[in-house]
């Protein structure tokens, strides 16, 4: 297979590895991302991350929370630039996209699009996307929506960065007070900063550890002076670095953002909320929209895009 120079600099980009390395990765793997990513982490080249997404595309992400708090959504709409973004009629139909996603039974986006419009039923979705991108002047899409519920609990929604980011956490409780949802919020602000990916490493698949075992081996191997350590003790710094990276990875196993000491972790600070409430406190799940997440951006110049917007 021929690598072509948009492979190598999708890899670079994914990976901050050299051009050569990744060159020399997809000629290794035969084209293959995935496994060219794995071998540059073998050989130290790339960083921790296997895939560190490109945060690029504009728009706004918004969340809606049901009025007895137990069903939220969140909505990713996005634009060409983040001048539009910033425009009010453009927030204004996203926080309109969001309760149609909120009463939504699509599965998927396709779906999602094909179905009646709830603010005017003699179009579609993507008819009224449609005329908002004839009304606005620059191409737009609903890339994703996510539903969360907490029956036994109540749903918190936070945003940062005026729509860059987006955090739905479903929390368990048979008491809800202040007390109880100041504890969420800050939780979702965590969640928002620190990107955690599971909420317990009950969630975490073992084929993930064993893939990770496998690689930091790699890693050892491919190092002079650590490969000459007794297995035991290569074993061992297998170990300690899969216990730190869950410690990233798991909420529960975070530090605490806000802990006074520096050292209490969010399960802690749960636990710690549940004493002094008397509740019975459980985090089942969240959801994390970043806009753009993923996406190429298209890179504008400022006096060109106000320009565009003024016509």
């Keep these: 297979m021929a690598i072509t120079a948009a492979m190598v600099k999708e890899l670079r980009e994914m990976t901050g590895a050299g051009m050569m390395d990744c060159k020399k990765a997809l000629t290794a793997t035969e084209g293959d991302m995935e496994a060219a990513v794995d071998f540059l982490r073998e050989k130290g080249l790339a960083t921790a991350q296997k895939k560190a997404g490109r945060i690029a595309a504009e728009g706004v992400v918004d969340t809606l929370v049901s ?3 137990k069903n939220a959504v969140v909505v990713e709409v996005n634009s060409e630039t983040d001048f539009v973004a910033k425009n009010e009629k453009f927030r204004n139909y996203v926080a309109q996209v969001a309760e149609q996603a909120m009463e939504t039974s699509a599965a998927d986006i396709d779906a999602f699009l094909a179905e009646p419009w709830k603010f005017d ?9 449609a005329g908002m991108i004839a009304i606005i002047g620059e191409n737009m899409h609903i890339r994703r929506f996510q539903k969360v519920a907490a029956p036994e609990g109540f749903v918190s929604s936070y945003i940062h960065g005026g729509g860059k980011s987006a955090v739905l956490l479903a929390v368990s409780s048979d008491i809800i007070n202040d007390e109880v949802k100041d504890m969420a919020h800050n939780l979702a602000m965590q969640i928002a900063a620190m990107r955690p990916v599971y909420v317990s490493r009950d969630e975490v698949d073992q084929a993930y550890i064993e893939k990770e075992k496998e690689i930091l081996l790699a890693q050892i191997m491919n190092d002079p002076k650590e490969s000459q350590k007794p297995e035991k003790v290569i074993q061992g710094m297998i170990q300690g670095r899969i216990q730190k990276e ?14 006074e000491d520096g050292k209490q972790t969010v399960g802690q600070f749960v636990a710690e909320v549940a004493r002094k409430t008397g509740a019975k406190i459980a985090l089942k799940s969240f959801v994390r929209f970043e806009t753009g997440e993923g996406l190429e951006k298209r890179v504008e110049n400022f006096a060109e895009e106000v320009a565009k917007q003024m016509a």
Excluded: M, R, S, W
């Design 67 to 69: 009025e007895d708090g």
């Design 121 to 129: 039923t003699t179009k579609t979705v993507n008819e009224a996307l």
């Design 246 to 259: 869950l410690k990233e990875i798991c909420l529960v196993d975070q530090v605490y953002v806000k802990a």
